[in-house]
Nanobody, 123 residues
Framework: QVQLVESGGGLVQAGGSLNLSCVFS????????MGWFRQAPGQEREFVAS????????YYADFVKGRFTISRDVAENTVYLQMSNLKPEDTAVYYC????????????????WGPGTLVTVSS
């Protein structure tokens, strides 16, 4: 019953920038850490970035540190991902979800995923 809607993807050249948004329907998620995940063709879904419930703390996968910035607007039930210096290997469908620790990196906590938004980076 929780709905997640991602937007902002598109086609960009290597070195370019994109800004993604995720709007979720339940205010109860406002007290949960949120994260961005991505899945490239033929590969497993992987963690990208997460942000605490208050927005005071962030955590990033090593391959995006210094290039991506995650933020949130609690009042608007929205999480953002600002991406710069994009690389061809960033090409993937990007998803948002709650972020929970199940090992060394966060994983999505909700069983239902949104449609995602496609990011394509050309070389």
């Amino acid at each position: 019953q929780v709905q997640l809607v991602e937007s902002g993807g598109g086609l960009v050249q290597a070195g370019g920038s994109l800004n993604l948004s995720c709007v979720f329907s339940e205010r109860t998620l406002s007290n949960r850490a949120m994260g961005w995940f991505r899945q490239a063709p033929g590969q497993e879904r992987e963690f990208v970035a997460s942000i605490s419930a208050t927005g005071d703390s962030t955590y990033y996968a090593d391959f995006v540190k210094g290039r991506f910035t995650i933020s949130r607007d609690v009042a608007e039930n929205t999480v953002y991902l600002q991406m710069s210096n994009l690389k061809p290997e960033d090409t993937a469908v990007y998803y948002c979800n709650t972020a929970i620790w199940r090992g060394g990196t966060p994983a999505g906590g909700l069983d239902a995923w949104g449609p995602g938004t496609l990011v394509t980076v050309s070389s």
